[in-house]
């Protein structure tokens, strides 16, 4: 009776980690877009924080620095423990965090109260995406490529509204205005915790399927290594570019073409959304053609628009830059699941690794670009970024592994 009871337990099991559960995926996506909508609000809110604190370029950088070094220093390390002890709760404990540093955020006096806020919001997301990216990647039923790009698209999408939100709500009414996305926060709590209950009930049965769908790939200790350094400076040419954006874009379009801030928001949302798109499309064509190809398209194939962008009226601005969003978003779920593919195991600490190292280039280099725009011009920046892409033909050193979904 025992041994029918484990076979019938064991069968369950198979049947649900062989599916790809679209519920939890859609979850922890829509968690993703509350909290990157919140996070997206800091750098939306540069134009008014500028103003009123005085700032210049550089105090800019160094407040994108302090909220990207707290979203990425933790991650791995937190990674590496849910590997070995899962938190199914921790995620909404991530959330609190997050939720407590909008709060701050929102009667910040001074910039040092700036700087706390902000670094209060990092840990928050620093507790959140490892294990977010592990029940992703638990709930892929096998499309790994396709659940990162799910709960990627959440994240994206929710950077894409804060423009839009801080030019409807922040500009007009001011910083304490900020207080009412605390009502994302708290709806986010409650899908996360929801969330929490599926990933405690079903880690055991799933962990065993989930190493076993990890096949091995003969590669070398030493070949893996670096593997994974060529991944991660295709990440810091990713994430450099995309700091020239979402940091400073609203700049160089009041700057360049004399548009509101309203206006420049605008922009910055498209690109933001195109950003969006890109992720949708990134991992599942991946699971199909194989993830280096994507990894050679998004990030070589975007040079040639870069090199254009400085050069751009308004209108081809626009077009090039959501060219560049999508193409490049196209990337970070492939390379994603390219690592973990190439570590199998340690689903958390190579999510948190990428995850954390994107945060913490992005934050290194919209401080180094902001420096470059006080002691140059803001055009400058862009003419700078614009040849970053071309680190992309590293990826003809990275080896052929992962098997094509027919």
């Known amino acids: 009776m025992q041994n029918q009871d484990d076979q019938t337990s064991a069968a369950l099991a198979s049947d649900i980690a062989g599916k790809t559960i679209?519920?939890?995926?859609?979850?922890?996506?829509?968690?993703?877009?509350?909290?990157?909508?919140?996070?997206?609000?800091?750098?939306?809110i540069y134009p008014v924080v500028k103003n009123s604190f005085h700032l210049n370029f550089s105090q800019i950088g160094i407040i994108t620095l302090v909220f990207q070094l707290t979203a990425s220093l933790f991650q791995p390390l937190i990674?590496?423990?849910?590997?070995?002890?899962?938190?199914?709760?921790?995620?909404?404990?991530?959330?609190v965090f997050t939720l407590t540093g909008l709060i701050l955020l929102s009667q910040a006096k001074n910039y040092a109260l700036l700087l706390v806020s902000v670094a209060v919001i990092g840990t928050g997301s620093s507790v959140f995406h490892p294990e977010a990216s592990k029940v992703a990647y638990m709930a892929s039923g096998g499309r790994r490529g396709l659940a990162q790009s799910i709960?990627?698209?959440?994240?994206?999408?929710?950077?894409?509204?804060?423009?839009?939100?801080?030019?409807?709500?922040?500009v007009p009414?001011?910083?304490?205005?900020?207080?009412?996305?605390?009502?994302?926060?708290?709806?986010?709590?409650?899908v996360l915790l929801n969330v929490g209950n599926w990933y405690n009930h079903h880690m055991n049965r799933m962990r065993e399927k989930v190493t076993e769908i990890t096949k091995g790939h003969g590669l070398s200790k030493t070949k893996v290594a670096w593997?994974?350094?060529?991944?991660?400076?295709?990440?810091?040419?990713?994430y450099f570019y995309m700091a020239s954006i979402t940091s400073y874009f609203t700049f160089y379009l009041i700057h360049k073409f004399n548009v509101s801030i309203q206006i420049s928001q605008?922009?910055?949302?498209?690109?933001?959304?195109?950003?969006?798109?890109?992720?949708?499309?990134?991992?599942?064509?991946?699971?199909?053609?194989?993830?280096?190809?994507?990894?050679?398209?998004?990030?070589?194939?975007?040079?040639?628009?870069?090199?254009?962008?400085?050069?751009?009226?308004?209108?081809?601005?626009?077009v090039l830059s959501i060219m560049i969003g999508v193409i490049?978003?196209?990337?970070?779920?492939?390379?994603?699941?390219?690592?973990?593919?190439?570590?199998?195991?340690?689903?958390?600490?190579?999510?948190?690794?990428?995850?954390?190292?994107?945060?913490?280039?992005?934050?290194?280099g919209s401080a180094l670009l902001g420096m470059l725009a006080d002691k140059t011009?803001?055009?400058?920046?862009?003419?700078?970024?614009a040849f970053l892409p071309l680190i992309g033909v590293l990826t003809v050193f990275l080896p052929d592994i992962g098997t094509k979904r027919k």
């Not at 009414?173 to 409650?190: R, Y």
């Open 79 to 95: 990674g590496f423990y849910t590997d070995r002890k899962p938190q199914p709760y921790s995620l909404a404990v991530g959330m």
């Open 22 to 44: 679209f519920s939890i995926l859609l979850s922890i996506s829509f968690s993703h877009l509350l909290n990157d909508t919140i996070q997206s609000i800091i750098p939306s």
């Open 227 to 238: 593997s994974v350094v060529i991944l991660l400076v295709l990440i810091f040419s990713k």
């Open 266 to 318: 605008v922009h910055l949302f498209l690109f933001l959304f195109a950003i969006a798109t890109g992720t949708l499309l990134g991992g599942p064509i991946g699971d199909r053609v194989g993830r280096k190809y994507v990894i050679w398209f998004s990030i070589l194939g975007v040079a040639p628009f870069t090199l254009l962008l400085p050069y751009a009226n308004l209108f081809w601005t626009t």
């Open 173 to 190: 009414f001011g910083q304490s205005s900020i207080i009412w996305f605390s009502i994302l926060a708290l709806l986010a709590i409650i």
């Open 328 to 364: 490049l978003a196209s990337a970070f779920s492939a390379i994603l699941v390219y690592a973990q593919e190439l570590i199998p195991g340690k689903i958390g600490m190579i999510s948190g690794l990428f995850f954390g190292f994107a945060f913490g280039m992005g934050g290194l």
């Open 151 to 170: 709960f990627q698209v959440g994240g994206n999408l929710g950077g894409s509204l804060g423009p839009i939100l801080a030019a409807m709500i922040i």
């Open 377 to 385: 011009s803001i055009d400058h920046v862009y003419h700078v970024c």
